[in-house]
């Protein structure tokens, strides 16, 4: 039985024009049918017809022989004979083929399926056809001279023009693309307004001519041309490829076709330029006469699936190759048990748990598989579609007689993608559970509301009710912990995927800039719910990998882009307590301050100034700026960028010191990444407490804690001030403690320790002795004074003492012992008062006796009742002794608030007007030994007045409250001011503290008369009295001058 073959033969006929700019083409195909005995005879014929054609002259390289004469002064030629495809006939049926250097074309692929070089079967009535490997469609656009509303009328409808315009249009198109070598056709596919545009599509079924196409498109007035066939591009020929593989796409073109662009289009037909990414990579390359561009994917995500285009410009004409990419594309899967944590607290009991796993609708071919080496009847149930999710159920018992290992079930749910065509672990995703089992001795923390019971050290999850993610409360040692949302506002998560798709370099950062930050700006400031620690870390995350993919396309931050990147970084501080939801707030606040730096120093600015609720950002031109309450002052042009609550939610460590909130943080960077110079800070309205040091600091990345290195604080008379050598975020923090003086408390106990004893036995010894020393009203005065200076003393010590751990000490017993140390030292210094009224009446009125009572009535009055009086006016002006009005809970003792605030004052005014007095004393007894007496009649011994003034001030100082001068000096100095305040506090604390053993040394063991009644009492005779009778340890030191 013979069978009858089929082929397809192709002229290339060549038209010369009597007139006219240039020659055209006209492609002719002959379909011949013939006996397959005769295959190779027919062949042979037509391949020798070839011959015979290029043994004529030749024309433009093709041989030519005269097959018609046409009228119109047209001469038609053929100048090419080629055969294109092979059909073998069987019944009703015929496989093609076709020709080497030839393909099918895209019709024969569209309607018959017959692609590339493929071999092909089709009826016996179709007719399939390939074209050359080097066939070039263009598809163009050109103004043409008419106007659209000669075609269409105002309904759009056709007007009777139509037919004739549009084949005066096709005719004169055709006139010029025909030049072209192996041109084919020229079809109208539309027209648009705009004087009248005109689309078409042009078929060349061979190679062409560059310069050629480029004169046509220049002669058509705004025309562009894009061709299809000069590049070719490859895929993987083994598709679907696998998630996590590296498929490389290439085009290659043999000459330069001008500026490349990648394109993806995806499966919702949205197309992308491709960039440099995290998981693409761009390379170029020319091998000998082929140019070769190439796009390297890397472990690449279902992103890529799609359509690749490489399109090369060079206007007005753009080559382009299209290619698909498919991908074998796996699942996110939420995994998740009913009951999380099943409660086997009765052994007796078996627990049915329902294991679910969640992924989104695909179009993909999975096969769902569970798997658990805990649970021997575990099986799948079923899957059910709500909405755009997919659920696959499996049901497994527990149990409870069996205690599994380490109390904890294990399921896993696989996805198996179907249409992978390598198998592995690359066409798989896992969803895995584990799941704590409670038992009878297990801690739990029960049900709360839609809580379940939960197994302690465990953490309990709810599905968001909106958004995207997950709510969690951690069970620790049977106590709930706080709930904490991981729920994303559903707007963030998809500008988060933008991001992420534009890093991965599916796009450029500079043409989606805007859209993303204005959508960031929108949300962030509409959505309440946005303030969440969640939804805070994601959009901080937002701007750092924008900033990223934007300093790896090197794009910077414009202007246009500043008003909504300031208000977007506002809004995230609104509320700064949703920072603090979890224990990471603090590297997220770091990572905020990080990001927004780096933003700034990838920015092109030069003016302006963008304010917010809590950011301002401004641009400094070496000049004085105002931010907030803080001024700027340096030498070059810095933007500002100030935070005004920033300081809340960043760590308060410097080496390992704490501190309160911080003031407005500055950041400032140099413009256009200068050196930075010098920079001088005014912090307005800073608060400062007394000897708290203050710290200019700055951010130190490699210690990751605030450092003040290169940055000096203004001191305690200038604290607002900050000067700092370098650009940086520069807060001024507060030092959570005051300055701390070493020793200065051990120092202090064992002060008093001494005086409480010295005075002690300075009541003692007053008690042995009085009978003896004191024999006159002066001496009376005297040592009355001295008792009760001892005894109020003793007692003030001894309340400070009861005072020594104010923070263990009861509020109530807090406010008596503030009480009673406030009495005892006021009626110390107004006992000091009335033995230095008493020195001066001795002093100035030397023959006049100070009558006892009236002595008497004075110092009872002025020792007893003057303090109670400022005691009692003091407790009832404050509130009636209100805490933190009158006493501080956190010392013991009164307050002070600034300046002259505070119930402190009620002390330190009549102490400070006693030690003025006692001075002024101290002074007249001074000048009293210097000046001589009129009966002396030659000067006296330089060495002895210098010797009794030191023994004057020696003996009464201590007696006369004279070194709390001391305590002045310290309240006026700032333990900051160093080393001054060092040295006055540890002499203030040492004087003050040894006072009843200086009152001890001068007062009882220092006065010959008490001493000797003291030897008299212990020896038990009598001892020689001497020359003279010192009525008072002060008249003595007066007379023997």
């Known amino acids: 039985m013979t069978t009858c073959k089929e082929i397809v033969i192709l002229f290339l006929g060549l038209l010369f024009k009597v007139s006219g700019s240039g020659d055209s083409t006209q492609i002719y195909f002959f379909e011949i049918e013939f006996d397959s005995s005769v295959e190779t005879d027919v062949k042979g014929l037509i391949l020798n017809s070839s011959t015979l054609i290029s043994a004529n002259q030749t024309v433009s390289n093709a041989s030519i022989s005269t097959v018609a004469r046409f009228p119109g002064a047209l001469w038609n030629i053929i100048v090419h004979v080629g055969l294109v495809n092979v059909c073998t006939w069987n019944g009703n049926k015929k496989q093609c083929s076709c020709e080497e250097g030839y393909m099918w074309s895209s019709d024969a692929c569209t309607k018959h399926k017959c692609c ?21 469609s ?9 106007n659209y509303n000669d075609l269409f009328d105002s309904d759009n409808i056709i007007t009777p023009k139509y037919k004739n315009i549009t084949k005066d249009i096709s005719n004169q198109l055709k006139g010029n693309f025909s030049e072209l070598p192996w041109f084919d056709s020229l079809v109208i596919t539309g027209f648009r307004s705009g004087s009248l545009i005109v689309d078409y599509m042009v078929q060349v079924l061979g190679r062409i001519n560059l310069t050629q196409l480029e004169n046509i498109a220049t002669g058509l007035e705004k025309t562009q041309l894009v061709t299809k066939g000069l590049v070719t591009i490859t895929v993987p020929k083994e598709q679907p490829v696998a998630i996590g593989s590296s498929p490389t796409v290439t085009c290659k073109r043999k000459e330069d076709l001008g500026s490349l662009k990648w394109v993806l289009t995806d499966t919702q037909n949205k197309s992308t330029t491709i960039t440099d990414g995290a998981e693409a990579q761009l390379r170029r390359n020319k091998d000998n006469d082929t140019f070769t561009d190439t796009v390297q994917l890397q472990s690449i995500s279902g992103s890529w699936k799609g359509l690749f285009t490489c399109e090369y410009t060079k206007a007005p004409i753009t080559h382009i190759a299209t290619e698909m990419l498919d991908i074998a594309l796996l699942p996110d899967i939420r995994a ?3 009951p999380q944590f099943p409660d086997c607290t009765d052994t007796t009991k078996r627990i049915q ?24 009847d575990l099986r799948s149930t079923s899957s059910v579609t709500q909405g755009d999710s997919i659920h696959y159920y499996a049901k497994a018992t527990v149990n409870c007689e069996k205690k599994l290992t380490n109390e904890l079930a294990n399921v896993t749910c696989v996805f198996t993608n179907n249409r992978a065509k390598v198998n592995g672990s690359k066409n798989k ?21 839609l809580w379940p019971k939960t197994k302690s050290s465990y953490t309990a999850v709810l599905v968001c009710d909106s958004g995207v993610g997950e709510n969690r409360r951690n069970c620790t040692d049977g106590q709930w912990g706080t709930a904490i949302s991981y729920c994303v506002n559903l707007g963030l998560y998809d500008i988060h995927k933008d991001v992420e798709e534009i890093g991965k370099g599916l796009g450029f950062i500079r043409e989606n800039a805007d859209r993303l930050i204005s959508s960031l700006k929108t949300i962030t400031t509409t959505d309440t719910t946005v303030n969440s620690f969640a939804n805070i870390n994601i959009s901080v995350d937002i701007l750092k990998q924008m900033n990223q993919v934007s300093i790896n396309q090197s794009h910077k931050w414009n202007e246009a882009f500043m008003p909504n990147f300031v208000s977007t970084i506002s809004n995230v501080l609104n509320d700064t307590q949703a920072w603090n939801q979890t224990q990471n707030a603090n590297s997220l606040s770091v990572d905020y301050l990080h990001t927004v730096e780096n933003m700034i120093k990838n920015s092109n600015l030069s003016s302006g100034t963008h304010k917010s609720v809590n950011v301002q950002l401004r641009i400094c031109n070496s000049s004085k700026c105002d931010s907030f309450n803080v001024s700027v002052k340096t030498k070059q042009d810095v933007v500002v960028v100030a935070f005004k609550n920033l300081a809340d939610i960043l760590p308060k460590t410097l080496k ?22 010098a920079l001088e800070m005014k912090f307005d309205g800073i608060q400062r407490r007394r000897n708290h040091k203050m710290y200019c ?34 807060p001024v923090l507060m030092s959570k403690h005051p300055v701390n003086l070493p020793y200065m408390e051990e120092l202090t106990y064992a002060c008093l320790g001494v005086s409480i004893v010295s005075l002690v036995l300075c009541i003692l010894i007053e008690f042995l002795v009085w009978d003896t020393v004191v024999k006159s009203n002066i001496a009376n005065f005297r040592h009355i004074a001295l008792v009760n200076i001892s005894v109020w003393l003793l007692l003030a010590y001894c309340a400070f003492l009861g005072t020594a751990e104010p923070k263990k000490t009861n509020s109530s017993w807090c406010l008596i012992l503030t009480v009673v140390k406030h009495y005892c030292f006021l009626a110390v210094f107004f006992w000091t008062l009335c033995l230095s009224f008493l020195l001066l009446h001795q002093l100035i009125f030397i023959f006049e006796q100070l009558r006892k009572k009236v002595y008497l009535a004075f110092s009872i009055t002025l020792g007893y009742v003057c303090p109670l009086v400022c005691v009692a006016v003091t407790f009832i002006h404050f509130d009636n002794g209100a805490v933190g009005k009158y006493y501080s809970n956190e010392a013991c003792w009164l307050t002070y608030e600034s300046g002259l605030n505070g119930s402190i004052f009620a002390f330190i005014f009549p102490v400070g007007t006693i030690v003025i007095i006692n001075m002024f004393t101290l002074c007249v007894v001074i000048m009293k030994i210097v000046t001589p007496a009129v009966s002396e009649a030659k000067a006296r011994d330089e060495k002895a007045v210098v010797k009794g003034i030191i023994k004057t001030i020696v003996f009464l100082s201590p007696i006369l409250g004279i070194t709390w001068i001391f305590g002045f000096l310290v309240f006026l100095l700032d333990l900051t001011q160093k080393p001054y305040a060092q040295i006055v506090n540890y002499a203030f604390t040492i004087l003050n503290s040894l006072q009843g053993f200086f009152i001890l040394l001068t007062n009882c063991f220092g006065e010959k008369k008490v001493r000797e009644a003291l030897l008299k009492r ?18 003595s030191v007066v007379k023997n001058k």
Not at 1027 to 1033: A, E, G, I, N
């Open 116 to 136: 590339k070089t493929e071999n092909c079967t089709v009826t016996d009535t179709d007719t399939v056809m390939c074209q050359s490997n080097e066939s070039v």
């Open 138 to 146: 263009i598809n163009g656009s050109s103004t043409m001279n008419w």
């Open 336 to 338: 998740s048990s009913t």
């Open 353 to 376: 748990i329902r294991f679910q796993c969640t992924i989104k609708v695909s179009t993909e071919n999975y096969t769902v598989s569970w798997d658990s080496s805990d649970f021997s």
């Open 429 to 449: 995703e896992e969803g895995a559970l584990t799941i704590p089992i409670i038992y009878s001795h297990s801690i739990v923390c029960d049900a709360d509301n």
């Open 656 to 677: 390992n010191e704490t501190f309160d909130s911080g003031t407005t943080i500055l950041s400032v960077t140099a413009v256009n990444g200068i050196k930075s110079e």
């Open 697 to 730: 600091v700055y951010w130190n990345d490699n210690e990751n804690e605030w450092s003040s290195e290169g940055c000096t604080w203004g001191g305690a008379f200038n604290p607002m001030f900050c000067n700092c050598t370098h650009n940086s975020a520069s």
């Open 1018 to 1035: 212990f020896r038990g005779k009598p001892l020689a009295h001497s020359k003279s009778d010192h009525s008072s340890k002060m008249t």
